[in-house]
């Protein structure tokens, strides 16, 4: 599976972005998904994850209740709308895949085994 992740970009604190990741394959729907991000200096931190259903997602508490992830197994791609965006935000963002036997999640990064190339971004105050 190749991941190809768009959307970045630079947005005033307040605004929203979406984040797209395309992926190859002809097996998606049985992939989970997620996305991490990395703020310059810092650790690779989880975002969120979402299974095989749009019922079946994960977010972390930075994230909770100002993004949403959700996936359209007809295009192989994945989303992360993300809304009331904040300075703290700013990182480059990339989705990841595992294949999968049930609906899950997975939120380790140590768990995913295909990454995209990352998508920047910034979010000025």
């Known amino acids: 599976v190749q991941l190809q992740a768009s959307g970045g970009g630079l947005v005033q604190a307040g605004g929203s972005l979406r984040l797209s990741c395309a992926a190859s394959?002809?097996?998606?729907?049985?992939?989970?998904l997620g996305w991490f991000r990395r703020a310059p200096g810092e650790d690779s931190e989880f975002v969120a994850a979402?299974?095989?259903?749009?019922?079946?997602?994960y977010f972390s508490d930075s994230v909770k209740g100002r993004f949403t992830i959700s996936r359209d197994d007809a295009k192989n791609t994945m989303y992360l709308q993300m809304n009331s965006l904040k300075p703290e935000d700013t990182a480059v963002y990339y989705c990841?895949?595992?294949?999968?036997?049930?609906?899950?999640?997975?939120?380790?990064?140590?768990?995913?085994?295909?990454w995209g190339q990352g998508t920047l971004v910034t979010v000025s105050s």
């Open positions: 979402i299974g095989w259903s749009a019922d079946t997602t």
């Open positions: 990841a895949a595992r294949r999968s036997y049930s609906d899950t999640y997975y939120y380790q990064s140590s768990e995913y085994d295909y």
């Open positions: 394959g002809r097996t998606f729907r049985m992939y989970s």
